[in-house]
């Protein structure tokens, strides 16, 4: 039960939950009852829990989609996700042209 200080209490030590074992709760993490419950808090560019990616917003097609999972075509590294697409993977994705799936110039 969450109280003085406490900023969750989920009644576990689970680490990876969401709330510590010191009932503060885990960076990207919102706690909300009694006993906590901890969801992770996409768009706010801190990469938690099952989030593949977060980039700092929930807008589409900019590599990582408003769920926090990677879009088709793109990579999202760092904290926050920095998305670029990628080439030679055969899928024309925010500022390519084209992708012929290689990388080799001059092919067309």
Not at 29 to 47: A, Q, W, Y
Not at 76 to 82: E, N, R
Not at 94 to 105: H, P, Q, R, V
Request: proline share 3%; glycine share 12%; net charge negative.
């Amino acid at each position: 039960m969450v109280n003085g200080t406490e900023q969750c209490d989920d009644q576990n030590s689970v680490e990876t939950d969401g709330c510590l074992s010191d009932c503060t709760k885990s960076a990207g993490f919102t706690c909300t009852g009694n006993p906590s419950v901890c969801v992770t808090t996409c768009g706010d560019g801190i990469k938690a829990g099952l989030e593949e990616c977060d980039d700092s917003n929930t807008i589409a097609s900019d590599g990582c989609d408003s769920s926090c999972v990677v879009e088709n075509g793109w990579l999202c590294p760092g904290f926050p996700s920095a998305c670029s697409t990628v080439c030679g993977d055969s899928i024309i994705v925010g500022a390519e042209a084209c992708d012929d799936a290689n990388t080799a110039s001059n092919d067309g």
